[in-house]
């Protein structure tokens, strides 16, 4: 466990039904890298729970109900904490269209749930708050 990583907050923003043991093994291995972990069912909590806790990453999925991750991701931006979080794209959706559109509204990162092993994610996250 690193000491650095022990104040850092991450906010998990995807659907539970979704993908639910994904989100319990990411959940529970950020945890175990000293990681505290936020977490949101859809786009309208993840944006609530995100301007009012100013976590220092954010996961976010693309497709949930209530407010989809984009939507949520233009939002996060119009806010002057929002406009700088480091937002990182973990989903299945990839319409290169959506992709350009996220990366455009300063996504750091983009991968697919199904193409990214759990210990390169967590690799990936770390390097994005300055400890990879």
């Given at each position: 466990?690193?000491?650095?990583?022990e104040?850092?907050?991450?906010?998990?923003?995807?659907?539970?039904?979704?993908?639910a043991?994904?989100?319990?093994?990411?959940h529970?291995?950020?945890?175990?890298?000293?990681f505290g972990?936020?977490?949101?069912?859809?786009?309208?909590e993840?944006?609530?729970?995100?301007?009012?806790?100013h976590?220092?990453?954010?996961?976010?999925?693309?497709?949930?109900?209530k407010?989809?991750?984009?939507?949520?991701?233009?939002?996060?931006?119009?806010?002057?904490?929002?406009?700088?979080?480091?937002?990182?794209?973990?989903?299945?959706?990839?319409?290169?269209?959506?992709?350009?559109?996220?990366?455009?509204?300063?996504?750091?990162?983009?991968?697919?749930?199904?193409?990214t092993?759990?210990?390169?994610l967590i690799?990936?996250?770390?390097?994005?708050?300055?400890?990879?």
């Amino acid at each position: 466990m690193d000491d650095q990583s022990e104040n850092k907050n991450v906010l998990v923003i995807e659907e539970i039904e979704d993908d639910a043991l994904l989100r319990k093994v990411l959940h529970d291995k950020l945890v175990l890298e000293g990681f505290g972990v936020l977490e949101a069912n859809n786009g309208e909590e993840g944006l609530a729970v995100a301007l009012e806790r100013h976590p220092d990453l954010i996961l976010l999925d693309i497709l949930m109900p209530k407010m989809g991750g984009l939507a949520m991701l233009k939002k996060l931006r119009e806010d002057e904490w929002g406009k700088t979080a480091r937002v990182i794209i973990l989903t299945n959706y990839d319409d290169v269209e959506k992709i350009a559109d996220a990366l455009g509204n300063r996504v750091f990162e983009y991968y697919l749930k199904a193409d990214t092993p759990l210990d390169e994610l967590i690799r990936k996250v770390k390097e994005n708050l300055g400890q990879g």
